[in-house]
Every structure is written in structure tokens, then in C-alpha cells.
């Protein structure tokens, strides 16, 4: 009586057991696939920049003052980093610790903008800028510029790599208001050469 009910009984164990190892096996087929994705996905930097009106009175009636509210940086997928270098538009190079890049990026820019220093000067534009050379698990590099542009009315806060330095070079090829991008466009290409160069 006992054998034929284990004889019974067995087999649906076995089943159950079959199923268990089945799910464990598609778990970690997803689970290292998923893993090997975000590896393969590059890092990126995204920049935000917003600006605030503050109001007064004067002699004459009111006037509006812009300033600069909020800035903030994110480096996606951060995770996938192996080094980081902040150059500055002096070629310096300084290593980042990578958990900490973002606060130092924003502390550079924040000081400088309340300084009112300018790394570049074209008529009443003016620019901050460095450059962020991420180097990827896979010994792949990617260069970005990061810049603040400004008129004293306009405020522009930006990112750029690859093709889109390409635009910033030949997008307005006659307009003066735009000197600055193809000055930082020819820093970054020359920095770009350079690195490949060195295989930094």
C-alpha cells in the first residue's frame, strides 16, 4: 500500500520539482540578459536649467530681473562607468570620484555663474563650459560638453556630444550669436583627437 503510493506520488514531485527548476532557469535567463542590456547601454548626460523672474520697484515703475533658479545635472546610467575626467576649457584634467561627479559639475558651474566669470566672451554673450569624458565598463569613451550660455536675459543650459557637436559647428555658420558653440565645437573635436590618441 505504502510502495504504490509513493510509486504514485513520485511522479508529481518530480513534475513539481521539474517546474521549479524550469521557472529558476527562465528567472536567471531574464535576470542576466536584463543585466547584460543595461551593460551594453552607454552612459548619458542630461542637463536642466531653468530661470526665475524676480520683480522690484524703481523710481521709474517696475522692472523684471531674471536669475538663474534652478540647475541640475543627471549622468544616466551611471552605473556602467569606470572612470570620469572634468576638463576644464584650460585642457586641466581632473579625475572625478563617479558617485560624486554631479555635485561637483554643478558646484563648478553654480560658483562661476555667481561670480559672473566667463570662460568665453562674444560681444554680450557669455559662456561656462568643461568638457566630461566618461570611459564606459567596456573600455568605450564618450566626451560631452557641458555649457552654460547667457545674455544677461536668456539663460541656456546644455549638453552635447557626438553628431550634435557637429551641429553646434555648422548649424549657423554666419550668425555671430553663435561663435561661442563653434569655438567650444573646435575645442572638443581637438580633445576628441587627442584622446583617441592617448586612449584615454
Same mark, same amino acid.
Given at each position: 500500500?505504502?510502495?504504490?503510493?509513493?510509486?504514485?506520488?513520485?511522479?508529481?514531485?518530480?513534475?513539481?520539482?521539474?517546474?521549479?527548476?524550469?521557472?529558476?532557469?527562465?528567472?536567471?535567463?531574464?535576470?542576466?540578459?536584463?543585466?547584460?542590456?543595461?551593460?551594453?547601454?552607454?552612459?548619458?548626460?542630461?542637463?536642466?536649467?531653468?530661470?526665475?523672474?524676480?520683480?522690484?520697484?524703481?523710481?521709474?515703475?517696475? @522692472?523684471?530681473? &531674471?536669475?538663474?533658479?534652478? %540647475?541640475?545635472?543627471?549622468? +544616466?546610467?551611471?552605473?556602467? $562607468?569606470?572612470?570620469? !575626467?572634468?576638463?576644464?576649457?584650460?585642457?586641466?584634467?581632473?579625475?572625478?570620484?563617479?558617485?560624486?561627479?554631479?555635485?561637483?559639475?554643478? @558646484?563648478?558651474? &553654480?560658483?562661476?555663474?555667481? %561670480?559672473?566669470?566667463?570662460? +568665453?566672451?562674444?560681444?554680450? $554673450?557669455?559662456?561656462? !563650459?568643461?568638457?566630461?569624458?566618461?570611459?564606459?565598463?567596456?573600455?568605450?569613451?564618450?566626451?560631452?560638453?557641458?555649457?552654460?550660455?547667457?545674455?544677461?536675459?536668456?539663460?541656456?543650459?546644455?549638453?552635447?556630444?557626438?553628431?550634435?557637436?557637429?551641429?553646434?559647428?555648422?548649424?549657423?555658420?554666419?550668425?555671430?550669436?553663435?561663435?561661442?558653440?563653434?569655438?567650444?565645437?573646435?575645442?572638443?573635436?581637438?580633445?576628441?583627437?587627442?584622446?583617441?590618441?592617448?586612449?584615454?
Amino acid at each position: 500500500m505504502d510502495a504504490r503510493i509513493v510509486i504514485e506520488v513520485l511522479p508529481i514531485i518530480i513534475s513539481c520539482f521539474a517546474l521549479a527548476v524550469s521557472g529558476i532557469a527562465l528567472y536567471v535567463n531574464y535576470y542576466f540578459n536584463h543585466k547584460e542590456y543595461e551593460y551594453k547601454i552607454d552612459p548619458e548626460v542630461d542637463v536642466i536649467g531653468r530661470i526665475g523672474l524676480q520683480g522690484s520697484q524703481n523710481g521709474t515703475g517696475y @522692472s523684471e530681473e &531674471s536669475f538663474l533658479e534652478d %540647475m541640475q545635472i543627471h549622468i +544616466l546610467q551611471k552605473h556602467n $562607468l569606470q572612470e570620469a !575626467y572634468l576638463i576644464s576649457p584650460d585642457n586641466t584634467v581632473e579625475k572625478l570620484e563617479i558617485d560624486d561627479m554631479e555635485e561637483r559639475l554643478l @558646484s563648478k558651474f &553654480s560658483q562661476e555663474l555667481k %561670480m559672473n566669470k566667463a570662460d +568665453l566672451v562674444f560681444g554680450d $554673450l557669455t559662456y561656462q !563650459y568643461v568638457f566630461l569624458l566618461l570611459k564606459g565598463l567596456d573600455d568605450t569613451s564618450e566626451l560631452y560638453l557641458v555649457y552654460a550660455k547667457s545674455n544677461g536675459e536668456v539663460f541656456e543650459f546644455q549638453a552635447a556630444s557626438g553628431i550634435e557637436i557637429w551641429g553646434l559647428a555648422n548649424s549657423h555658420p554666419d550668425n555671430p550669436e553663435f561663435a561661442g558653440e563653434k569655438a567650444m565645437a573646435v575645442q572638443y573635436e581637438n580633445l576628441l583627437k587627442a584622446s583617441e590618441k592617448y586612449r584615454f
